[in-house]
C-alpha cells in the first residue's frame, strides 16, 4: 500500500508518531466539537455536563443526536437505546483493528477501544499491520479526543458561533481527510477499488433509494453498505489482496 | 428543556456504556491468533468500503452549498492522488470551499 507521506518518512510506531498523524482527526473534529457545545448549550446543557458527555462518551453522531432527542424531550432510556443503535457500527471498525492488537494485555486493549472512531478507525487502519502499535494506536486516539473535549469545551463556553465562512469551509476537514486516506489505497490494488466503487453505489442507493432504506440511521447504513461490499470482495477476490497482511 | 443534573449524569453514564461496549467487544471476539482466511480478507477490506461510505454522499452537505463542497471534494480528491500527502489534501479541500464562499 502507498502511504501518505508524512506518514511513511517517520520512524514507525511510537506514541509521538500517532498524536503526529492524527493532528488532521483533531482540526477537523474542532469546528464539529465547538457546534456540538454551543448547540448543547441552547438546549439546556451546561458547559460541564457537555464536555463531560464528551469525555465518556466520544461518539460525535450519536451526542448530536442525544442533544436533540433530549431538546424534544425524549425519555432517558429512550436516548440511551438510540445511542447504542448509532454507535453499533464501531462493532466492524473494532472487528478490523482486532487482528492486529490481538497480542496486547487485556489493558491496553480495553484503552484503545475506547478511542475507536470513524475518523480514528480510518487513520490507523490505512497503515501496515505491522506498523501499527498499541503506542501509535493510543497517540492517534489521544490527539483526537483531546480535540473532541477541548473543542466541546470551547463552544460550550463562546457566545457566538464560529464565522459562517470558516465554519463552512472547515466542514470539510474531514472528508478531505478520508479522500485523503482512502484514494492511496485505491491507486495500488484493483480490489480495493472495486469494493469502494461497490461501496459507492451502495451508498448512493442508502440515501436515494427505496423508502426503507432510505429511513435508515447512517450508523446501519454504513454496517449494511461495509458488509455487502466486503463480502463481495472477500468471496471474489480470494488469496492475500492486501500487501499489508502480515 | 432543562434536565436535572442527576438525570444529566444518568444520561452521560447510560450513553457512555453503551458506547464503549461495541467498541470493546470485537478486541476479544476476532483476536484469534489464526482467522479463517475469508474472514480475514472480509475484514481487510472494511477500511475502504467505510471509507468510501463515510464520504459519500455526507460530503455534499458538509459545507454551506453542494457545489463548493464538490469543488473542495474534488481538489482533495486530485491532491491525494498526485501528492499523497494528507495535510496538504486537508488544507486544499478547506481551502477551494473557502475561495468558493468567498468568490460565488
Not at chain 1, 469494493?195 to 427505496?210: C, D, E, M
Request: charged fraction near 10%.
Amino acid at each position: 500500500m502507498i502511504l501518505p507521506k508524512e506518514v511513511s518518512a517517520v520512524k514507525q510506531g511510537s506514541f509521538f508518531t500517532g498524536v503526529k498523524t492524527g493532528l488532521p482527526v483533531a482540526f477537523g473534529y474542532l469546528p464539529i466539537a465547538i457546534a456540538f457545545g454551543l448547540l448543547a448549550k441552547a438546549n439546556g446543557l451546561n458547559a460541564t455536563a457537555s464536555t463531560l458527555m464528551s469525555a465518556l462518551v466520544f461518539a460525535g453522531a450519536s451526542q448530536f443526536v442525544a442533544v436533540n432527542l433530549l431538546a424534544t424531550g425524549a425519555g432517558l432510556g429512550e436516548i440511551i437505546l438510540t445511542t447504542f443503535l448509532v454507535n453499533i457500527r464501531h462493532l466492524l471498525m473494532g472487528a478490523a483493528l482486532a487482528p492486529r492488537l490481538r497480542r496486547q494485555p487485556v489493558k491496553v486493549k480495553s484503552i484503545i477501544a475506547f478511542g475507536v472512531t470513524d475518523e480514528t478507525f480510518s487513520v490507523v487502519s490505512m497503515y501496515p499491520a505491522k506498523n501499527s502499535n498499541p503506542g501509535f494506536v493510543a497517540g492517534v486516539n489521544t490527539i483526537a479526543y483531546l480535540g473532541w473535549v477541548l473543542g466541546t469545551a470551547c463552544g460550550s463556553l463562546m457566545v457566538k458561533g464560529l464565522p459562517a465562512l470558516l465554519q463552512s469551509s472547515m466542514g470539510l476537514a474531514l472528508y478531505a481527510m478520508f479522500i485523503g486516506l482512502l484514494v492511496p489505497g485505491l491507486k495500488g490494488s484493483r480490489p480495493n477499488l472495486i469494493v469502494s466503487l461497490i461501496a459507492l453505489v451502495l451508498s448512493a442507493i442508502t440515501a436515494w433509494g427505496p423508502l426503507c432504506l432510505r429511513s435508515l440511521a447512517k450508523g446501519w447504513k454504513i454496517m449494511l453498505v461495509s458488509v455487502v461490499a466486503c463480502s463481495i470482495g472477500a468471496l471474489f477476490f480470494p488469496g492475500e489482496v492486501n500487501e499489508d497482511n502480515s | 428543556m432543562k434536565i436535572t443534573a442527576k438525570d444529566g449524569l444518568l444520561l452521560i453514564l447510560g450513553m457512555a456504556v453503551v458506547t464503549y461496549l461495541p467498541r470493546l467487544l470485537p478486541m476479544f471476539l476476532f483476536s484469534a491468533e489464526k482467522l479463517p482466511s475469508l474472514i480475514k480478507r472480509f475484514l481487510d477490506f472494511i477500511p475502504y468500503a467505510v471509507l468510501t461510505t463515510l464520504i459519500f454522499p455526507e460530503i455534499l452537505s458538509s459545507t454551506a452549498h453542494p457545489g463548493s463542497a464538490l469543488a473542495g471534494g474534488f481538489i482533495s480528491l486530485l491532491l491525494a492522488y498526485y501528492q499523497n500527502n494528507l495535510f496538504l489534501v486537508v488544507a486544499g479541500g478547506i481551502g477551494a470551499v473557502f475561495l468558493c464562499e468567498l468568490l460565488f
